[in-house]
């Protein structure tokens, strides 16, 4: 059983007016030139902001962007994602630029009330993804209650996910990981069935942990991308170039002879679209059938696997996906992960995708609004659905509050 979110606070059950409130979101967004690529993390991040401010917090905001080497990397600056805040909220966000800090004290005793504070960039402090104690009581100094909403750094024990929460004597999750985790817990918990997996990308290695995690829950699995070709292989098919891992072969054999002993589904390709190299768009042709020729490499599933795969779709309950069929960003192979997001925008079912690739295939298909949920936490969903406990839920557990 899930432990979800027991012992934990919604930030609904915190009584914030007047207080400050530091508030850590996950706002790590492509940038291009300062032009934000894809908001849907920030816009993800709106109801808990604006639910505070409509309770008349004092909100000091942080997240980190990329992984900048030192605070002189300005590419790795907040300031559009500051700029965005300010035009969605229709108020006036601060950029404090020294994280380390304790300079916002007087920022928040002058506050006016439509206005914010976003911190830059946390991980302009080496502290950050050191867990640092000194850089989190810097913060607990002038804050009075801790919520975290940043699902897809919760699996990280940051100072800003697990030091500071431990400074502070109120703490609680906001509205996007509350969603997060529901419906997390409703592919472990009474999924409706029948429930399908959806996996690809590119190992089995990065797999393993949800497929034994899932192997007893699901009704079937649905293989695609590279790390079909460890399977197909596994059985005995001709892959050619196709990426193989190797020292995942026999684990690939006992996985299909223990989801065979179970009576469980597991579909893949029977055939493919391949080429002789990633880039070489020219040469990509369908295959007739499962085998692959040795000057050859999959890269896509073929139309007769995409039939077969959303047929299969069609009639499922629940699905989850995680992983794209194919190198789906170069237009030529990306036919089996838009048909896979398809399938599942023409499913009434419950349909849960797992971030990441994935999340970006959906969107880039143009059919991510038709999806129950997209995560926005790729690694953060991984980890949970796998049973790993995540540091930015545990420490805010009550039993662990000491």
């Known amino acids: ?5 027991k012992g934990i606070k919604s930030v609904r059950d915190l009584e914030v007016t007047e207080k400050v409130v530091f508030l850590r979101l996950d706002l790590n967004v492509p940038i291009v030139d300062g032009i934000i ?5 920030i816009l993800a991040s709106l109801p808990t902001i604006q639910f505070l401010k409509e309770k008349g917090a004092k ?25 965005r805040l300010s035009e969605l909220l229709k108020a006036e966000v601060v950029l404090w630029d020294d994280v380390a800090s304790d300079g916002v004290k007087s920022l928040l005793h002058n506050m006016k009330k439509n206005q914010l504070v976003l911190l830059e960039n946390v991980r302009f402090e080496a502290g950050e ?16 209650i801790y919520v975290n909403d940043a699902f897809g750094a919760s699996h990280r024990a940051h100072s800003s996910i697990h030091a500071l929460p431990k400074l502070l004597k109120t703490n609680g999750i906001g509205f996007l990981i509350e969603k997060e985790i529901n419906m997390l817990d409703s592919l472990l918990d009474n999924p409706k069935r029948p429930y399908l997996a959806v996996l690809g990308g590119a190992k089995v290695s990065d797999k393993i942990a949800v497929i034994e995690k899932l192997l007893d829950i699901v009704d079937g699995f649905i ?12 059985k005995g098919h001709a892959v050619g ?25 597991l579909l893949l390709p029977v055939d493919h ?37 959303s047929t299969a779709l069609h009639e499922a309950a629940t699905v989850f996906w995680n992983g794209p069929m194919g190198v789906f960003e ?19 079912g419950n349909k849960i995708v797992g971030g990441g690739d994935s999340a970006a295939a959906a969107e880039a298909s143009g059919f991510a609004a038709q999806m129950t949920h997209i995560s926005t936490g790729g690694g953060a969903s991984l980890e949970y659905l796998q049973g790993d406990k995540l540091p930015g839920l545990e420490i805010l557990r009550t039993k662990v509050r000491t």
């Open 1 to 5: 059983m899930a432990t979800g979110l």
């Open 37 to 41: 690529g894809d908001e849907t993390r």
């Open 59 to 83: 909100i000091v905001m942080c997240s980190h962007l990329g992984r900048p080497k030192s605070k002189e990397d300005k590419e790795y600056s907040l300031e559009p994602i500051a700029k």
């Open 129 to 144: 993804t050191k867990d640092s104690e000194e850089l989190a009581q810097v913060w607990a100094s002038y804050s009075d």
């Open 223 to 234: 293989i695609g991308g590279a790390m079909a070709y460890t399977f197909l292989k596994a």
């Open 241 to 265: 170039k196709s990426l193989v891992e190797s020292d995942k072969l026999n684990y690939a054999r006992q996985m299909i002879e223990r989801i065979e002993a179970r009576n469980k589904t």
């Open 273 to 309: 679209v391949v080429s002789t190299g990633i880039s070489d768009t020219k040469a990509a042709r369908t295959t007739a059938e499962v085998n692959i020729s040795e000057n050859e490499l999959g890269l896509d599933i073929g139309p007769k696997t995409i039939k077969l795969y």
């Open 330 to 348: 170069t237009p030529e192979f990306s036919k089996g992960t838009f048909a896979i997001a398809k399938a599942l925008a023409e499913n009434s």
